[in-house]
């Protein structure tokens, strides 16, 4: 369950320790750790109707566990392209019951390789004589799982209350045996009971954590947020840094789906999290990448100003930035008019201290940019060198807090 091997994590600790305000440093050839892959599993609650953004808890989740330090990945089939600021994927269909979405795995989870799914499902089999079946159907889809992601942990959360009392009986009953289902497939593999029914409140009057009879509304998504971190954070093993300060670290995109990541070429994309001033996305795949993330590229033409994001930063606390970069090779076959020595160099700068020039080879490698901010919030900027041509890639940034 733990990502990346010891001489990855190696690598990482490599580039640790105080350096002085605006430093670069790092250019070390890599094979990082990838992310722990999430998958939320679900039906629409899990999808996040009626969430602001449409995220429900997954924007939430990912900043706590960003916060505790944690490297996280949502993945799934899907993507929201309303996402606000965190990563846009996941694995939920509204309106889909227990044995509809044990029919799905087969297709989904081969190809997302999850570390961990969350599981809250049960909720459209409660309305109907069906749901006395409800416990079977559970037991059918955690066999499923098991077998189709043998290495993964799947917390199975109680489904959370309903505002109508009839369907609420049938709800109680039902989370009843989540509990002792888990617990018994827990004595098989890493299978984990999240009750997260008592984290809601439901009211038949209404002036409670649903925004209609079964879904949360934003306080409530924020409630499941905080009972998944628990439950994640307690298992997960421990973080390799600080508190992650940025929402996107490895530029998932709405744009490059998992379905689309072997597509020839590029596109401007919209990257939950970050302000693209003028970049393209490139696949994951297509740049060489298998943990998880996509790469943007720079393009040193004049308008294309980079990319940037705003950190939350603590005044006084230093801050590491951590990132991988390449030159853009493809641009060196000539294959799409491109030049054939492409750019290689970009620059890295925090609002308020010095920039730093990163001078890019044809491998991926990973570089640190240290700065201690002095404000409580702090832009931090990819911008390509002043020249025609075609800028380099860049990829899996993360800011971390490290110890004042």
């Given at each position: 369950m733990r990502s990346g091997s010891t001489a990855q994590r190696t690598t990482a600790r490599n580039l640790t320790g105080a350096a002085a305000?605006?430093?670069?440093?790092?250019?070390?050839?890599?094979?990082?750790?990838?992310?722990?892959?999430?998958?939320?599993?679900?039906?629409?609650?899990?999808?996040?109707?009626?969430?602001?953004?449409?995220?429900?808890?997954?924007d939430e989740l990912l900043d706590h566990l960003h916060?505790?330090?944690?490297?996280?990945?949502?993945?799934?089939?899907?993507?929201n392209v309303w996402q606000p600021r965190g990563d846009p994927y996941y694995a939920a269909v509204p309106g889909i019951s227990i044995q509809e979405l044990t029919g799905l795995l087969p297709r989904w989870l081969p190809s997302a390789r999850p570390d961990w799914l969350l599981v809250h499902i049960g909720t459209n089999n409660m309305y109907g004589p069906e749901h006395t079946?409800?416990?079977g159907f559970l037991r059918t889809f955690l066999e499923t799982l098991l077998r189709l992601a043998p290495s993964a942990g799947i917390l199975l959360a109680s489904i959370i209350p309903s505002r109508l009392p009839e369907w609420q009986a049938h709800i109680d009953a039902y989370n009843h045996h989540?509990?002792?289902?888990?617990?018994?497939?827990?004595?098989?593999?890493?299978?984990?009971?999240?009750?997260?029914?008592?984290?809601?409140?439901?009211?038949?009057?209404?002036?409670?954590?649903?925004?209609d009879l079964?879904?949360?509304?934003?306080?409530?998504?924020?409630?499941?947020?905080?009972?998944?971190?628990?439950?994640?954070?307690?298992?997960?093993?421990?973080?390799?840094?600080?508190?992650?300060?940025?929402h996107n670290p490895h530029l998932r995109t709405p744009?490059?789906?998992?379905?689309?990541?072997?597509?020839?070429?590029?596109?401007?994309?919209?990257?939950?999290?970050?302000?693209?001033?003028?970049?393209?996305?490139?696949?994951?795949?297509?740049?060489?990448?298998?943990?998880?993330?996509?790469a943007v590229g720079l393009v040193d033409t004049p308008g294309f100003l980079g990319i940037s994001t705003r950190l939350a930063t603590t005044p006084g606390r230093p801050v590491r930035v951590t990132f991988r970069a390449r030159a853009d090779t493809f641009a060196a076959s000539g294959s799409r008019g491109e030049p054939a020595d492409p750019a290689r160099t970009f620059d890295v700068q925090a609002d308020g201290h010095p920039r730093a020039t990163v001078t890019a080879t044809d491998?991926?490698?990973?570089?640190?940019?240290?700065?201690?901010?002095?404000?409580?919030?702090?832009?931090?900027?990819?911008?390509?060198?002043?020249?025609?041509?075609?800028?380099?890639l860049l990829t899996d940034v993360l800011a971390r807090e490290t110890a004042p």
């Open positions: 305000d605006g430093t670069l440093g790092g250019g070390v050839a890599d094979s990082p750790a990838r992310p722990v892959r999430v998958m939320p599993l679900g039906d629409s609650i899990t999808a996040g109707m009626n969430s602001t953004g449409a995220a429900g808890y997954r916060r505790l330090g944690h490297d996280i990945d949502f993945v799934g089939p899907y993507v079946d409800a416990p989540v509990r002792e289902t888990a617990e018994e497939f827990g004595r098989r593999g890493k299978v984990f009971f999240v009750d997260m029914a008592p984290a809601l409140r439901a009211s038949p009057q209404g002036g409670d954590d649903l925004s079964v879904h949360p509304n934003d306080q409530g998504y924020a409630n499941m947020a905080a009972v998944w971190r628990d439950a994640l954070h307690a298992r997960l093993p421990a973080p390799d840094g600080g508190p992650i300060l940025n744009w490059l789906s998992e379905a689309a990541q072997q597509a020839p070429g590029d596109a401007p994309a919209f990257f939950p999290g970050w302000t693209n001033r003028g970049v393209h996305a490139c696949p994951g795949r297509l740049a060489g990448l298998d943990n998880g993330s996509n491998d991926w490698r990973t570089w640190t940019y240290d700065f201690t901010p002095t404000t409580a919030e702090t832009d931090l900027r990819f911008t390509p060198a002043a020249r025609p041509g075609r800028g380099p």
